[in-house]
């Protein structure tokens, strides 16, 4: 199916929002490819963001792949009706039909109504996974394998993780570790949680990893609250906090120890700026010595800090790191006394958007 898709498009949208987009950009954002540009609706209500993407892809051939359990999400739903009448007027009905792939519900719901009326192919996202936990489904796989993505060497990656961290034994299982350390710092006041990387690739990784504990944990008056930082970059704005503020929070970091691309700082005459002792050297050596002294001064000054070390940025790694984060997510959960897998919360927001809708 992406075969097909990549063959007939110059860009493909991706049509989601929480557990049905942000785990397939954050594999596009650490894994890019060339073709086809891929964009990403339905994942807010801004007119102005929409009407970017139909401006970027007015002249080009492109197709959709709709995400949703239920066809009735408010962004999901609408943007799929914009994006549905767009290629129907640009193609007509049948040649639409070929462009658009539905992931939903194998059984109910209004966008698998609609799949089967109009002759979408569809695939299916299993009815007991739940948004957040579906990176490893056709609800991210599709959008992955179109990008260009190898999604077996995604699923080899997950698959060593489950039989790595199926240990019982929690001194030899480093997912147990992690969820057993959230919980010990938990109890002694440390009630957020920033994930911390030093590569820009992984801030939708960190989105998803957001969503993913936020919304797991943040129930029955518990919860650590999940929080984000791109380092080196936010040391210039929350260093100080970090460093000296209240003593309320921990550091998660992910570390690369092997990333793909690198640049060798030069050598300058005149030395005007005093950093030629540098030149030779490489920017991820300066980023891991970064790395070294940050977490040195903010464990000195009372941050506990978690590190999870990953060889390099690829497929693999990305199977095994979402495998990582979603068992630790499910025991941390049970570890806290609450439904990891529910979210009841969310609909009350919901309820009161359509009532002002007055549906």
């Given at each position: 199916t992406a ?5 007939c498009s ?11 987009y942000l ?6 954002e ?6 086809p ?7 807010n209500?801004s007119?102005t963001?929409l ?14 792949c709709?995400i949703s359990?239920?066809?009735?999400t408010l962004?999901?739903?609408?943007a799929?009706r914009v ?8 193609y007509?009905?049948?040649e639409a039909r070929?462009?658009i792939?539905?992931?939903t519900?194998s059984?109910k719901g ?5 799949a089967?009326?109009?002759?979408y192919e569809?695939f299916?996202i ?6 957040r936990y579906?990176?490893?489904?056709p609800?991210?796989?599709?959008t992955?394998?179109?990008?260009g ?7 080899k990656g997950?698959?060593?993780a489950?039989h790595a961290?199926?240990n019982?034994d929690?001194?030899?299982n480093?997912?147990?570790?992690y969820s057993?350390l959230r919980?010990i710092?938990?109890?002694k006041?440390?009630y957020?949680e ?5 590569e820009?690739?992984m801030e ?9 504990f936020?919304?797991s944990e ?5 919860g650590?609250?999940?929080a984000l930082?791109q ?9 100080q906090?970090?460093?000296e503020g209240?003593r ?5 970091i ?8 690198d640049?060798i700082?030069?050598?300058i005459e005149?030395?005007?700026d005093g ?5 030779g050297?490489?920017?991820n050596?300066?980023?891991?010595e970064?790395?070294?002294?940050v ?9 506990p ?13 990305f199977?095994?790191?979402?495998y990582f984060?979603e068992?630790a ?6 570890l806290?006394g609450v439904?990891p897998f529910?979210q009841p919360?969310?609909e009350?927001y919901?309820k009161?958007i359509?009532r002002?809708?007055k549906?």
């Open positions: 075969d097909k898709l990549r063959s110059q860009t493909f949208v991706s049509i989601g929002i929480g557990g049905s785990g397939s950009r954050a594999a596009i650490m894994l890019p490819s060339a073709s540009e891929i964009y990403f609706a339905g994942n209500i007119g963001y009407k970017s993407i139909i401006d970027n892809i007015e002249n080009k051939d492109f197709s959709v709709v359990k239920s066809g009735t962004e999901t739903a609408l799929f994006f549905r009448e767009i290629l129907e007027k640009k007509g009905k049948t070929n462009r792939i539905a992931v519900d059984s209004a966008l698998l109504d609609i089967k009326k109009e002759g569809i299916e299993p009815g007991n996974i739940g948004g579906s990176v490893l489904t609800a991210a796989l599709v992955m394998a179109v990008a993505i190898d999604i077996r060497k995604v699923l997950a698959e060593e489950y961290y199926n019982p929690l001194v030899q480093d997912c147990y570790m057993v919980n710092l938990y109890k006041g440390k957020i920033t994930l911390v990387n030093y820009p690739c939708y990784f960190g989105k998803w990893w957001q969503q993913l936020g919304e943040g129930k029955d008056g518990k650590i609250y999940p930082l380092f080196s970059t936010d040391l210039h704005s929350m260093g906090y970090l460093q209240t309320n929070v921990f550091e998660t992910i570390k690369i120890d092997n990333p793909p691309e640049v700082i030069p050598y005149d030395d005007l950093l030629n002792y540098l030149a050297k490489t920017f050596y300066i980023n891991k970064a790395y070294e002294g977490k040195e001064a903010h464990e000195e000054g009372g941050t800090i978690i590190s999870i070390e990953i060889p390099s940025i690829d497929e693999h790694c199977g095994h790191l979402v984060m068992k997510c499910a025991a941390s959960g049970y806290l439904n529910d919360g969310v009350l919901k009161n359509y002002l809708l549906r």
